[in-house]
């Protein structure tokens, strides 16, 4: 049972760039939520798909966008980069009926780097 | 802002337990503890969570306080690879996002 895989590991882009980084949840989970990492701090909420809509978002400009395919798998993507981008940005994956505390899993990370 | 309070950091020896505690005083009657580490540039990892009653898997245990106002994650021989920041949440099954804290960095010395 493959867990929560994230792609790529590792990408460096120039500022004013677009990125794509891409998610598949655990299987069995139809949800899946973006987060930031900036160094030294905590994951921020980014926003959460769910039946392929945008359901809830945080404190993220409209640069920052996404998508959900039919197969849970989702996209982030981050248009006009700037130098404060840089950050670890992690995938979460879990049901959207949440039951019992059902657990929210996380994958390793995409770190990007904006020069 | 987050709902928990945990101390910045702690330390302990390799093979004795490490006891971290947390505070979350303002919990409500639907919310569960949830525990997460993250080890140094890798995704949180789940650790454990608890509604009310104590628990326990593989890698660690759980107690909750009978007001469920704090609660303590035990590592019960602790490891070189336990280091890591762990972080402590409360989050209800309505709730969409994990609000992380500043968590506890926790130090295991050989």
């Known amino acids: 049972d493959a867990g929560v895989t994230q792609s790529p590991t590792h990408l460096i882009k120039t500022r004013g760039q677009q990125v794509t980084l891409r998610c598949s949840p655990k299987?069995?989970?139809?949800?899946v939520s973006w987060y930031q990492q900036a160094l030294g701090q905590g994951p921020q909420f980014i926003f959460q798909y769910y039946e392929e809509e945008e359901r809830q978002r945080g404190n993220f400009p409209d640069r920052f966008s996404g998508h959900q395919y039919p197969n849970y798998s989702s996209e982030l993507n981050v248009n006009a980069l700037l130098l404060g981008d840089s950050a670890l940005y992690l995938c979460?994956?879990?049901?959207?009926?949440?039951?019992?505390?059902?657990?929210?899993?996380f994958g390793e990370g995409s770190w990007l780097t904006v020069v | 802002d987050a709902k928990t309070t945990q101390p910045p950091s702690m330390d302990c020896a390799e093979g004795r337990a490490a006891n971290l505690p947390c505070n979350h005083s303002t919990i409500s009657g639907n919310e569960y503890v949830y525990w997460y580490r993250q080890i140094h540039s890798q995704g949180p990892q789940y650790i454990i969570h608890g509604l009310k009653n104590n628990e326990t898997n593989e890698m660690a245990s759980l107690i909750i306080t009978e007001d469920r106002k704090s609660s303590t994650l035990i590592l019960p021989h602790a490891t070189l690879r336990d280091t890591a920041v762990y972080y402590c949440i409360v989050i209800g099954d309505s709730s969409y996002k994990l609000i992380f804290g500043s968590g506890t960095r926790l130090l295991v010395r050989p």
């Open positions: 299987s069995g989970h139809d949800t």
């Open positions: 979460a994956s879990s049901t959207y009926y949440r039951v019992s505390g059902n657990t929210i899993y």
